[in-house]
């Protein structure tokens, strides 16, 4: 399509690293403030912006943030290196019988282990379609191969909604949010702001549980629609197998390291903890980003069988957070700008003066949508964009718990035309982004009708 290779073209031409894009962005917003903002009473202008970017960047609170993100992605993906869930999905590819189904089977659990988690649905998802390519290659299955790995990366378009999403679950987190908006200095807003949201009136509120249900069925059948009616391509896939480590005899403390009883004893205390420390939170659905890792954490290492096991997938799943580690800094520098130089309020009076309470959300999930594309981690846009969002809300009496959802929802969808997040997933199912984005462009424009229409309707 020439849609997608314009699309493909823009982004490889035009469209800079992640972190180059973090650093530019920068760079703009210290230029902007200098410019656009009242300076102080006393002492240099520059200098003060400089100060407020400096403070940003070694926020606390935020740095805590930034490192719980970091956990829920290699957690997520320790799990999927688990023989467990490599059974799962081996059970999963044996359902394949024809194209449809192959897309189908892959969309669908996909959406749903991305609820739960993003970092354990990006590399499910791209070694189910995987297997499932693998598979119908060996059992002489005709199959439209980049469907089925664009099918693999639809968690990405469902997760900020989700039990993971960056958003909702640091919002639930008791004092992040005056954390997050004390540097405005507005202490009447800081005044009508609660302590926290919890997830049970944004994850698991009625409306996002039946705008999540609307996706899964609605994408579910556009994928199986699109595999019985589109063409099968030829796929040559050597067998991708989960890399073991074959081990000599153990030796002496060695044998700690190996021991399946060790791993199973401390996995089970941090489960047996985590059930004494939060049942009360879990009957409340208020989940926070601490309670997910401490169960996640508990479940690996039951799972991996042994601390030498849960090591070596901890290894290989670390490089996926360097995005997250080098990268949120240079957005909470942004945000302490914005919010040290009163640019927050700026702009949040202009979304006052152009919207009303119906037409806010509306605009949020736009906005958030296009700065995904510039800024492709749902946290740290949450750093960014949360405060201007907030206030936004309270000038017009949008319910928080809305205004909060439709930034989640438009971060998400565009997904399905960012590329950063696809890499892993790319360099799995050895596919090339122009092959998938065809199908992402049509999954994302139907999940943008299904998040509106839920936006107006509740």
Known sequence: MKLTRAIETVFRRYLPSPFTIAVLLTLFTILLAWIATDAPESGSHLG????????????????????????????????????PVEKLIQKITGLVSNPANA??????????????????????????????????????????YPLVGACGYLGLMVWHGGISGSAPIKASEEGHITELMQLTGNKELLSALPGSIP?????????????????????????????????????????????????????????????????????????????????????????TPNMLNFFMLGLALLLHGSLANFGRAVEGAIGDTAGILIQFPLYFGIMGIMAGTGMISDISDFFG???NSTTLPILTF??????????????????????????????????????????????????MLQPFWALPLLAITKLKASEILPYTLIFMLVGSVIYLAGLLLF
């Open 48 to 83: 003060s912006v400089l100060s407020h970017w400096e403070s940003g960047i070694w926020n606390s609170g935020l740095l805590v943030f930034a490192y719980q993100m970091m956990l829920i992605l290699v957690l997520g993906h320790v799990l999927v290196l688990s023989r």
């Open 103 to 144: 897309a189908l089977l892959v969309a669908l659990p996909t959406m749903l282990v991305s609820f739960f988690n993003w970092g354990l649905g990006l590399i499910f998802g791209a070694l189910l379609a995987r297997k499932v390519g693998e598979y119908a290659q060996e059992a002489g299955i005709p199959v439209n």
């Open 199 to 287: 997830t049970s009136l944004t994850i698991f509120s009625t409306s996002n549980l039946l705008i999540f249900a609307a996706v899964l069925v609605a994408i579910s059948g556009i994928a199986y629609y699109l595999g019985r009616n589109t063409n099968s391509t030829p796929t040559s896939l050597p067998a991708l197998t989960m890399e073991k480590v074959q081990e000599t005899e153990a030796i002496g403390s060695e044998k700690l390291d190996r021991s399946p009883w060790l791993s199973a004893v401390f996995g089970l205390l941090i489960l047996g903890v985590f059930c004494l420390q939060y049942t009360s939170f879990l009957l409340a659905l208020d989940i």
């Open 353 to 355: 003066s152009v919207a």
């Open 366 to 415: 736009f906005s958030a949508g296009l700065v995904n594309v510039f800024v492709p981690s749902g946290g740290g846009q949450w750093a960014v964009q949360g405060p201007l969002v907030l206030e936004s809300a309270l000038q017009l009496g949008v319910p928080l718990p809305k205004a909060l959802m439709a930034l989640a929802y438009g971060d998400q969808v565009t997904n």
